[in-house]
């Protein structure tokens, strides 16, 4: 492959500085980043709109480069990073710092990398005669559970010509994944009595009965390990739930009258995890909060889901796919991580892939880093994407 133009490298790493000098931290505005963008592109006569929160603190951004009424190819990246709390950092987590060819910081790979290299292309972009436009869509709170990104999708679903194609610049090395499981992030409250243990018998032990809980979860979990559905292009080729945290109790001697336990359910983008759920959920109160309320009326349980996210299936024989294939013609496999494929494809209809620069290995830790030679892959990717959309 041959080295992509110098300058738009340089420009590149210039960009992801400066994207990388914002702490975006999930619990931050990332307005800061995002009006910078905004005044980038109108550098360029590229026009951006926002989608903000209802807070107003952080805020989509969207920008169409080429003509409105043609299907796009819409290039996204979350600019949200999880905290750099880490005391293993050597080199500050929000400035950008290169040794050995790599360059750290805090969303380097995680994904500050594609979106530096999306706004590098800028400049390219709008001197071509675009025939397929460029969206490009940078979102808040991915990190937290993808809970951003909707209304710039449910706008971009609404236009006269949606995109075509999405590509997700999650750090995939620029291996192409078309498939990736959906979550539900559940927090379920259990009420009991509390008392003197001695008098065990006349409580209702919110413990005990979350653990019960707990035990049909995991059998259930258990059960799709060996039935499925399975899909072998995933490493773990079927649906997962397990409980991931729990808390309890006053003291040694008392009935503990309150316990409460989160659970996560990962799976196929083809399981119907809603259903699986309310089958739990149905089983539970049919027996153990049935049991409870028998004895006293106020306990029982309580559920809560704290965030979901859907699966993102395969595109590979959308047409809209072929643009991709020319460029790299093998696909890679599938993901249990979460990314905003699956909001792109399930609530927007829209065909998606991942694929962008840097690893998932580096993200999420400290001395977190992409190598330059991703981002020079991830620029010759997008040149190559860019030459198909020029008008022939
Ligand atoms: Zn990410």
Redesign the pocket.
């Known amino acids: 492959m041959s080295k992509p133009n110098m300058s738009r490298l340089h420009n590149a790493i210039d960009l992801l500085g400066k994207l990388v000098a914002f702490d975006t931290t999930s619990k931050n505005s990332n307005l800061g980043l995002i009006h910078f963008v905004r005044d980038y592109l109108a550098q360029y006569g590229i026009e951006s709109t926002l989608f903000h929160d209802e807070t107003g603190e952080k805020a989509n951004l969207l920008a169409t480069i080429g003509p409105k009424d043609v299907p796009g190819i819409a290039l996204s990246g979350?600019t949200d990073v999880v905290p750099a709390l880490e005391k293993s950092w050597i080199s500050p987590a929000f400035e950008l710092t290169e040794r050995d060819g790599k360059l750290f910081g805090r969303g380097s790979a995680?994904?500050k990398g594609f979106s530096a290299c999306a706004l590098a292309m800028v400049p390219e972009l709008v001197k071509r005669d675009l025939a397929i436009p460029f969206h490009l869509c940078l979102s808040y709170d991915?990190?937290v559970g993808c809970l951003g990104v909707g209304s710039m999708v449910d706008h971009l679903a609404n236009l006269k010509t949606p995109p075509r194609l999405a590509v997700i610049g999650?750090?995939t090395e620029m291996k192409v994944i078309n498939g990736q499981k959906g979550k539900f992030s559940m927090r379920v409250s259990v009420t009991g009595t509390a008392g003197h243990s001695s008098f065990a018998p006349r409580h209702v032990n919110a413990i005990e009965y979350a653990a019960r809980a707990i035990a049909m979860i995991s059998d259930l979990a258990r059960e799709f390990e060996e039935n499925g559905p399975f899909d072998n292009d995933f490493t773990v080729p079927h649906s997962t739930m397990l409980t991931t945290t729990i808390g309890g109790g006053t003291a040694t001697n008392v009935t503990p009258d309150f316990c409460e336990f989160t659970f996560e359910i990962r799976h196929l983008p083809e399981h119907d995890a809603k259903s699986v759920l309310d089958g739990i959920k149905e089983k539970i109160i049919s027996t153990l909060d049935a049991e409870m309320k028998a004895k006293e009326a106020e306990t029982g349980f309580e559920w809560e889901e704290i965030f979901s996210y859907p699966g993102m299936g395969d595109c590979t024989d959308a047409e809209a796919f072929e643009l991709v294939r020319n460029i790299v013609p093998e696909v890679s496999g599938k993901v249990s991580y979460g990314?905003e494929g699956g909001i792109f494809e399930k609530q927007g209809n829209i065909p998606s892939i991942i694929c962008g620069p840097g690893s998932i290995k580096q993200?999420h830790k400290a001395n977190e880093f992409i190598e330059i030679s991703q981002i020079e892959e991830c620029l010759e990717f997008l040149e190559k994407l860019s030459d198909q959309a020029v008008a022939a």
């Open positions: 979350h995680d994904m991915e990190e999650e750090p990314s993200a």
